[in-house]
Nanobody, 113 residues
Framework: QVQFVESGGGLVEPGGSLRLSCAAS????????MGWYRQAPGKQRELVAS???????NYAESVKGRFTIARDNAKNTVYLQMNSLKPEDTGVYYC???????WGQGTQVTVSS
């Protein structure tokens, strides 16, 4: 069974940093493009960053230059390093293989002073 388990969220002040992790299982991790999604309160879930099966990456304009996505195929894990956090980054963050419709429980990120 395909599973994604996110961790690393929390409460951080504006300008702070967090590193999210996502452990994947039940799939051939290395062949899939992996994505981090965000669902802010009252808004639709959006894709904020993706990393291809190689090393290519793509970012939403709102996080470009502040967030970095990376993967470790040996550990079946994808990371999201979030710097210079803003209140509008608040939301539940999910990871999944972009092509598959399996979602984890997400991890809450709250940016507030």
């Amino acid at each position: 069974q395909v599973q994604f388990v996110e961790s690393g969220g929390g409460l951080v002040e504006p300008g702070g940093s967090l590193r999210l992790s996502c452990a994947a299982s039940g799939l051939i991790f290395s062949i899939y493009t992996m994505g981090w999604y965000r669902q802010a309160p009252g808004k639709q879930r959006e894709l904020v960053a993706s990393v291809f099966s190689g090393t290519g990456t793509n970012y939403a304009e709102s996080v470009k230059g502040r967030f970095t996505i990376a993967r470790d195929n040996a550990k079946n894990t994808v990371y999201l390093q979030m710097n210079s956090l803003k209140p509008e980054d608040t939301g539940v963050y999910y990871c999944k293989a972009v092509a598959l419709n399996f979602w984890g429980q997400g991890t809450q990120v709250t940016v507030s002073s």
